[in-house]
């Protein structure tokens, strides 16, 4: 499994490589010193995993991955510091591991990602786990709540560590990243539409060619959500005969 380490301090990482030489599963591929690196890195190579810091000049490890497009890499937090933990696991992180590393703790997480790998602790990739477009969720902003059925979700959409519901007249927020929703719905039914949006398919009303190879897709509701090149081109190999 390749795998990239963004830390802005050369020390850590060396110290993260040496450590890593004990799970021979796991080849480092790239280094980071900042998220602006990391873009490029990321987005050359495609790793499998990131191990990455929180705390880094300029944009941080968050603010990394909500411009990461999707398929976002599997994500290892390492961190001096320990407040971040509920943010990093509402990202859907693998692990959180506090420095100085544990070489015990950094066991646990390569195992906990065999086992993700595996399927045994994550529904992505079973399709008996997808929630079904008759099932109802729960979904609650604030004092309200509802029992909203799946297959009348037509968008979700990002909004920093939140997540934007969108169904009949309503559009509560939830404090859930979009990642985790997306291992959720059936891909059958539901499309990565770019990184910060997901469409429900049985909601479009229409499709236009835009700039540059891009489709701009218009919901029924009237949302307008705007698909690029290379999402294009997955949309019409998904949805083509």
Request: charged share 30%.
């Amino acid at each position: 499994m390749n795998a990239v380490i963004i830390d802005d301090e050369r020390l850590a990482r060396e110290e993260l490589r040496e450590l890593l030489k004990e799970h021979s599963e796991i080849t480092i591929v790239g280094e980071a010193a900042n998220a602006e690196e990391a873009m490029a890195v990321i987005e050359s190579i495609r790793p499998d995993l990131l191990f990455l810091d929180v705390q880094m000049p300029g944009a941080d490890g968050f603010e990394l991955l909500e411009r990461l497009e999707p398929p976002i890499p599997k994500v290892v937090f390492t961190t001096a510091y320990a407040e971040y933990a509920v943010q990093a696991f509402n990202v859907d992180a693998l692990d959180y591991l506090l420095k100085p590393i544990d070489p015990e703790r950094l066991a646990d997480s390569i195992e906990r990602l065999h086992e993700r790998m595996d399927g045994k602790d994550h529904p992505e990739g079973h399709p008996d786990s997808y929630l079904g477009p008759s099932d109802e969720v729960f979904v609650r902003d604030g004092d309200r709540c509802w029992f909203v059925e799946v297959s009348n979700l037509r968008l979700l959409e990002s909004e920093g560590n939140y997540t934007r519901i969108v169904f009949e007249k309503e559009r509560p927020l939830l404090l859930r990243a979009l990642n985790t929703f997306e291992v959720r719905l059936d891909p059958k039914v539901f499309f990565r539409a770019n990184r910060s949006q997901i469409i429900n398919l049985k909601w479009i009303d229409k499709i236009e060619p835009w700039f540059s190879g891009s489709l701009r897709v218009t919901l029924k509701g009237g949302e307008h959500v705007d698909l690029s090149r290379r999402k294009a081109k997955l949309f019409r190999d998904t949805m083509s005969l």
